[in-house]
């Protein structure tokens, strides 16, 4: 995963708005696409910027395409920005 590219992933409300939600729990495409209201076509476009900075987990189960927010990466993030909050003894 690339810095660069999970920045450009946060810097859409849409795709900010796509991980608040998977952050209550696992959902479908058409889920998401329903509760934004937006077109399957907008929504692919935005879950594979997601998927490419590995913000989001996709898997099948069954006939459908079940998507999650990956943990691990925003784990890393925190620790990576982490670095620029200064000494502790400076707070």
Same mark, same amino acid.
Request: proline content about 2%; overall charge negative.
């Given at each position: ?16 708005? +796509?991980?608040?939600?998977?952050? @209550? ?39 459908? +395409?079940?998507?999650? +927010? ?7 993030? +925190? ?10 003894? @400076?707070?």
């Amino acid at each position: 995963m690339g810095i660069g590219e999970a920045l450009k992933a946060f810097s859409d409300p849409i795709r900010r708005d +796509i991980l608040v939600m998977l952050k @209550e729990g696992k959902m479908t495409a058409g889920d998401i696409a329903e509760r934004l209201n937006i077109t399957p076509a907008a929504l692919s476009y935005h879950l594979k910027l997601l998927k490419s900075a590995e913000l989001l987990i996709e898997y099948k189960e069954k006939n459908f +395409i079940w998507y999650e +927010i990956n943990t691990t990466i925003f784990e890393d993030l +925190i620790l990576w920005l982490k670095q620029f909050g200064g000494r502790e003894d @400076e707070k």
